[in-house]
């Protein structure tokens, strides 16, 4: 279940902005995410680790999620379609794709491809860039505010709230896939809180509890 670096420099697209906060005048009203972007093939919710409950997020050293049952090297859903249900953009738009998630919004998984050209390199470290561990939280922020929006008929823009249990456990450079799994631990029509992991090269890059609620 490992993800392999890549050596190729990402040049991330400029997406614009969303298509789908404005629903007035459609026949019908809106559309939610699920319905939009239509049911995929594969499992409708993944195992989670037996070891969440006894250790927390912050003490798994194994992947949150089961995911030997995904096509990692899938790529469904891309940045435009992202950007259609989260109001990140241009560089702090972090997520390339969406691998997979559960009918109900509950869980996912995604890939940031690391880019040599992202804000930090130059700066985090000169001559030893290593991803922000800020930005790799960031990260599983956005894949919790994705899966938040493909329950509502029309998005919500939500904030990052608050990190718990967080820690860090590999470095990420450029040229590295990371991949983010998402749990949801609970939600309601305002707020979500998740777990969220990082994986690269088959490592735990970092986990946290991360929270969100809705500002519009």
Known sequence: MSVSASSTPIVRTPIGPPSLADCSGRAGGCKTARQVLGDRAGPERLPVSP???????????????????IDIAARPIGRTEIGNYIPHRDQFALLDHIIWDAPTGAQGIAIWNVGMEEFWVKGHFP????????????????????LFNLRWDRPKVAAFTRIESCVFRASVQPGDELLILANEVNVNERRFVSDVQGLVRGKVAFGARISGMTLT
Not at 60 to 68: F, H, I, T, V
Not at 131 to 138: A, C, D, K, N, R
């Open 51 to 69: 070891m969440l409950e006894r250790v927390g997020i912050d003490g798994l050293k194994e992947p949150l999620l089961d995911y030997s049952a």
């Open 127 to 146: 001559g030893m860039p290593l991803l922000p561990g800020v930005l790799m939280v960031e990260a599983g922020a956005q894949l919790g505010a994705y």
